[in-house]
């Protein structure tokens, strides 16, 4: 005999335990069923362990999706003051790093922790290590097979992320779930995830790993201002990770080196003031002393300043404020912290997340078409649908 809930929730992630937290505090009886031995991997690694939860200043401008208004609602009734509300009422002690990002000052274990003793309160039960074998819909519902037995209920919840970090539990399933019951799944990819580079930029910068700078890094009419780092393969840091959703192979990328000058005045002010030094000493005083030699040994002509005409140092500038480095691709979803693409949106209910095919079934998280940026937005995803989905199932 199948044992019958009234929501059963695939996927004990961000956006599945605050699903069955919303659901269980309005009296339904809410099952979530998670394959990995542990709830919440994802949050438990995330911002370095200590769990960049949300961003105070998270907008539907911060998420990527074909269709930019579907995450508009969700985000709309469940913001970034609601989520610091459960923080602060679990006496969790909290900090802003930088751009509104909050990160637990102790660890991300809190705010698994507060997840469950929600769930406790809310009379959910949770089954770890209970892979699912077959879903199937019928009058009663969705009947679902596990290794721990059948489980029906007349809504079922499909929260089990994206494709990123495999080893972490991250599967295909709610991809392979939205296919069977004739949902469009949207191409998906790597995001947030460090780029490679080949040929020579790779020749040219591979021993500068561990190297970091400021840049812009723009890509397809948008830009992010924040450290780069090099990386043995290719580069990396936090304007890279979130260029990176942007960027589609073979599309052009482009780096500002020096973000905080006006570079051509600034060349001019060195020639001025420091006639005699040459470039690369120059520009070691804005970018790091290596990058910069090498920088003149391969990209820009070294000299004494004095030697530069205008002519001269306006290519220079040009190049340094626009400077095109080819990718070569990602590191793909072994390091993505992202999955870009997944479930079309235009066949879910933005108040609900209701499938407009199947009713009863739901679709949160990671596994839509919903992308943040880098900086806690993609939980406040995962809250915002899960909670949105929570109120209605
Ligand atoms: P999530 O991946 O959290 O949960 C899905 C769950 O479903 C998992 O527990 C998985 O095991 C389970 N599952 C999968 N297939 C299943 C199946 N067949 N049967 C049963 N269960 C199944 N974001 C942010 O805002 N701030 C941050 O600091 C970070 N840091 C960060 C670091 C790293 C290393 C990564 C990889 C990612 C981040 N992120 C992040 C992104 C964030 O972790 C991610 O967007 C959310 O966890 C997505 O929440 P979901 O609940 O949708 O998926």
């Not at 509300?85 to 509104?100: D, F, N």
């Not at 274990?109 to 469950?116: D, E, F, G, S, T």
Request: hydrophobic residues 40%; glycine residues 10%; charged residues 20%.
């Amino acid at each position: 005999m199948a044992e019958s809930f009234d929501v059963l929730i695939v996927g004990a992630g961000a956006a599945g335990l605050m699903c069955a937290i919303a659901a269980g505090a309005r009296g339904r009886r809410v099952l979530v069923v998670e394959h990995a031995n542990r709830v919440g991997k994802k949050i438990l690694m995330s911002g370095g362990g200590r769990c960049n939860f949300t961003n105070t200043g998270a907008t539907p401008a911060n998420y990527l999706s074909t269709n930019p208004h579907f995450c508009k609602s969700a985000l709309a009734r469940y913001t970034p003051a609601d989520f610091i509300a459960m923080v602060e009422r679990h006496r969790i002690a909290y900090h802003e790093k930088e751009l509104g990002q909050l990160f637990c000052d102790d660890s991300s274990k809190q705010i698994v922790r507060m997840l469950l003793d929600e769930c406790a309160e809310a009379g959910v039960r949770i089954e770890t290590s209970c892979s699912i074998e077959k879903v199937r819909h019928g009058d009663a519902g969705f009947h679902v097979d596990t290794a721990r037995g059948a489980f029906t209920a007349p809504a079922l919840v499909v929260a089990s992320g994206g494709l990123s970090i495999p080893s972490m539990g991250a599967s295909g399933f709610g991809y392979e779930l939205a296919r069977q019951f004739g949902h469009n799944v949207l191409p998906t990819r790597a995001g947030l995830v460090p780029l490679t580079l080949s040929g020579k930029h790779q020749e040219r910068l591979a021993d500068l790993a561990g190297v970091a700078l400021p840049v812009e890094a723009r890509c397809n009419g948008v830009s992010f201002r924040n450290f780069m780092l090099v990386t043995h393969r290719g580069i990396s840091g936090p304007s890279i990770l979130q260029i990176s959703s942007y960027w589609n192979p073979g599309d052009d990328l482009r780096l500002d080196l020096l973000p905080n000058e006006d570079t051509f005045t600034w060349l001019q002010m060195q020639r001025a003031e420091r006639p005699a030094s040459e470039l690369k000493t120059v520009l070691a005083d804005c970018i790091p002393k290596r990058f910069a030699q090498r920088l003149c040994e391969h990209w820009l002509a070294n000299k004494p300043m004095r030697q530069y005409h205008e002519a001269e140092l306006r290519t220079i500038a040009d190049l340094l404020g626009d400077w095109p480095l080819v990718a070569s691709g990602t590191e793909g979803y072994r390091t993505a912290e992202v999955t870009l693409g997944g479930v079309d949106t235009d066949e879910l209910s933005s108040t609900t997340m209701q499938s407009k095919r199947v009713p009863g079934l739901y679709f949160i998280g990671e596994v839509v078409d919903v992308t943040g940026w880098l900086g806690g937005y993609n939980f406040q995803w995962a809250w915002a649908s899960g909670h949105a989905c929570g109120g209605a199932v």
